[in-house]
């Protein structure tokens, strides 16, 4: 009888200790989701100060012209375009600035002013058939990198502050 409760007594245990634990796991709401990936909108974009719209100074580019203007210490360009017309405008007011442009494109609109220090812009282009443009204004401290372009991030334009110290685009069609 002894033994015949010890059993009962464990069975007991046993099977009441599963059918009382929780397998339920609650899902986080809208508000609590965090890092996930979402598809890149031109919506998407603008929520967070970015204008994609089409610029129209491509339509009116006939020629191709690089304007420098560099006012401080260890401020350095690397310019490279390889397209049918352009007109690339960088200025760097402060010290330490970098331009890293590459471009091969129909045309190319870029207008860059880095204001401060340690401002590094990194923009590539390889597409033939693309009218591209980048307008941007960095204020100290910065990091922007495009990398390709399509439909979303062939055009560009937004001031770039401490808020968003580091803006990393990677296009791909």
Known sequence: MK??????LSIFLFV?????SQTYKEEKTEGQKTGEAQAATPELFQAIGIDNSVNPKNA???????FVRQIGEGNQAAISAETNASEINLIQNGNQNGANLDYT??????????????NIVKDFVYDRNVDASLELRQEGGNYFERFGT???TKSLKFKQTQNSPDIIIRSYK
């Open 60 to 66: 009116t580019l006939t020629n191709n012209a690089v």
């Open 16 to 20: 009441g200790s599963h059918s009382f």
């Open 3 to 8: 033994n015949l409760t010890y059993i009962v």
């Open 105 to 118: 494109a129909n045309t190319i609109y870029t207008n860059i002013l880095q204001n401060g220090d340690y």
């Open 150 to 152: 399509n439909e979303i």
